[in-house]
């Protein structure tokens, strides 16, 4: 609560760039878990339910700062898995032992370790250099990486709105982790419905 506090404190000086900035930390590096972008745009609904924001601007700043904050995390990987690859020692065999998996799941399954994975708290945090790191291209990366910062959005969006004067309601109502499992499995299906339907206009072609 008294993250809450200090939130609601900050957000009518500094507005939108402050979720912006929260947004881009949160995924740019690993240190990212030490900035609740999430928390910060469900608080900053609940002020422009309360008429001190645009709740626009709110859906703006943290779609946006996600997006580089993504793209950033993703570029960083890839910068990383380079120079790694170029080294010579134990920790460098070990990478080039484990890459092959990172791979193979982020080649295979990019609806889970990226679309879903960027609903998940903590892991969305390391998941844009993972994917950098695993040799997923970026527009392939981007494909799947919307569609979760989308539902990411959405989901405190949500929660901001159900509280309305309250934080501590919404959470009681709905669990921020209840509807996480639940914006993950909507937005999966949502992809495997896409990836049905381009299947099926191929064989039609």
Not at 25 to 42: D, I, N, Q
Not at 88 to 104: A, C, D, P, V
Not at 188 to 205: I, T, V, Y
Request: proline fraction near 3%; charged fraction near 15%; aromatic fraction near 14%.
């Amino acid at each position: 609560m008294d993250l809450i506090a200090r939130l609601v404190d900050l957000l009518p000086i500094y507005g939108p760039w402050l979720i912006f900035s929260l947004a881009v930390l949160e995924t740019c590096f690993v240190t990212g878990f030490a900035f609740p972008s999430g928390l910060a745009t469900s608080v900053a609904t609940v002020l422009a339910y309360e008429g001190r924001f645009d709740l626009g601007s709110v859906i703006l700043a943290a779609g946006a700062g996600g997006f580089v904050g993504d793209s950033v995390g993703y570029w960083v990987g890839v910068g990383t898995a380079h120079r790694i690859e170029e080294g010579s020692g134990m920790f460098t065999r070990q990478f080039k032992h484990h890459h092959y998996r990172l791979s193979w799941f982020f080649g295979r399954h990019p609806v889970f370790s990226v679309t879903v994975a960027r609903l998940v708290a903590f892991v969305r945090t390391l998941m844009p250099m993972a994917a950098g790191m695993s040799g997923l291209t970026y527009p392939r990366f981007l494909m799947y990486e919307v569609p979760g910062l989308i539902g990411w959005v959405a989901l405190y969006v949500l929660v901001g709105l159900m509280a309305g004067e309250s934080w501590a309601v919404a959470v009681q109502t709905l669990g921020v982790s209840g509807a996480a499992l639940f914006a993950a499995a909507g937005v999966a299906l949502w992809m495997a419905m896409l990836r049905r339907r381009s299947r099926a206009a191929k064989k039609e072609a």
